[in-house]
């Protein structure tokens, strides 16, 4: 129960932000789709922290089977996106860099300098279906984004999928 509990107080913080985000960036895109909550109320208070003051997360539940996703480009990444992706973009996941067991997803483009991220996104899975449902609001984003290439692992059947 404490798990779950600790699950709905970071969703409930990450909600809180991106709607502080969507009010001071109004050109930037976001997207976010919680799990359900077993409560109605959740409140976040200076109990919920561990001792550097970082919200405490638990594992993962949801009734529903809808997945938590979250997926944020800004404008300057749709811009860099529609100059430079058309011809190819590069899927990258990393994985643990945070205690939170999500993967971490960067959507790349070769710019005239280097490579550059143009759309960031954390699914709660790294499942085909997952990555499909977030390139689809990727691209209702951006219409006129068709990549004649992509690249992603070798060997990772969900990317290969879902592209």
């Given at each position: 129960?404490?798990?779950?509990?600790?699950?709905?107080?970071?969703?409930?913080?990450?909600?809180?932000?991106?709607?502080?985000?969507?009010?001071?960036?109004?050109?930037?895109?976001?997207?976010?789709?919680?799990?359900?909550?077993?409560?109605?109320?959740?409140?976040?208070?200076?109990?919920?922290?561990?001792?550097?003051?970082?919200?405490?997360?638990?594992?993962?539940?949801?009734?529903?089977?809808?997945?938590?996703?979250?997926?944020?480009?800004?404008?300057?990444?749709?811009?860099?996106?529609?100059?430079?992706?058309?011809?190819?973009?590069?899927?990258?996941?990393?994985?643990?860099?945070?205690?939170?067991?999500?993967?971490?997803?960067?959507?790349?483009?070769?710019?005239?300098?280097?490579?550059?991220?143009?759309?960031?996104?954390?699914?709660?899975?790294?499942s085909t279906?997952?990555?499909?449902?977030?390139?689809?609001?990727?691209?209702?984003?951006?219409?006129?984004?068709?990549p004649?290439?992509?690249?992603?692992?070798?060997?990772?059947?969900?990317?290969?999928?879902?592209?």
């Amino acid at each position: 129960m404490m798990k779950i509990r600790n699950t709905n107080i970071d969703q409930a913080v990450v909600e809180q932000l991106v709607s502080k985000w969507r009010k001071e960036y109004p050109n930037n895109d976001f997207f976010l789709r919680t799990k359900k909550r077993n409560d109605a109320t959740v409140e976040v208070n200076s109990d919920d922290s561990d001792e550097m003051g970082n919200f405490i997360m638990g594992d993962s539940y949801n009734a529903d089977g809808e997945k938590f996703h979250y997926v944020h480009q800004t404008a300057l990444q749709r811009r860099l996106l529609e100059l430079y992706g058309s011809e190819i973009c590069l899927m990258d996941v990393t994985y643990r860099t945070t205690r939170y067991a999500l993967p971490l997803y960067f959507i790349c483009v070769p710019s005239n300098v280097n490579y550059i991220t143009v759309d960031s996104f954390i699914p709660e899975t790294k499942s085909t279906s997952s990555l499909v449902e977030v390139l689809t609001i990727l691209k209702s984003w951006n219409p006129k984004w068709k990549p004649v290439f992509f690249m992603c692992d070798y060997a990772d059947e969900e990317e290969i999928n879902a592209l």
